[in-house]
């Protein structure tokens, strides 16, 4: 399983920003998916999740409100549509995939930079 995550870049507090995360090869023995990030000098913290099986939904209570995630089966892509961005969501964003035997895989990251 190879993640990309995609879509990361400069944008001002209180604005919008979606990014991606394609997903490929065993797709299929995915069960989990989420969003993850660190920022400088912090440890690697969960954001949010969802099923790959109903779509259930899951996120930290912090996010709740701004931040969606999704996903277009069809185009084994993940999303993080994140609005009323705050200087401290600046961060590395990560991708990571759960699969049905144990192991899960995490994608290079994508840089997001909330600033003025």
């Known amino acids: 399983v190879q993640l990309v995550e995609s879509g990361g870049g400069l944008v001002q507090p209180g604005g919008s920003l979606k990014i991606s995360c394609t997903i490929s090869?065993?797709?299929?023995?995915?069960?989990?998916m989420t969003w993850d990030r660190q920022a400088p000098g912090k440890e690697r913290e969960f954001v949010a999740g969802i099923s790959t099986y109903g779509g259930t939904t899951n996120y930290e209570d912090s996010q709740k409100g701004r931040f969606t995630i999704s996903r277009d089966s069809a185009k084994n892509t993940v999303y993080l549509q994140m609005s009323s961005l705050k200087p401290e969501d600046t961060a590395v964003y990560y991708c990571n995939a759960r699969l049905l035997n144990g192991s899960d895989y995490w994608g290079q990251g994508t840089q997001v930079i909330v600033s003025s």
């Open positions: 090869g065993f797709t299929s023995d995915i069960y989990y």
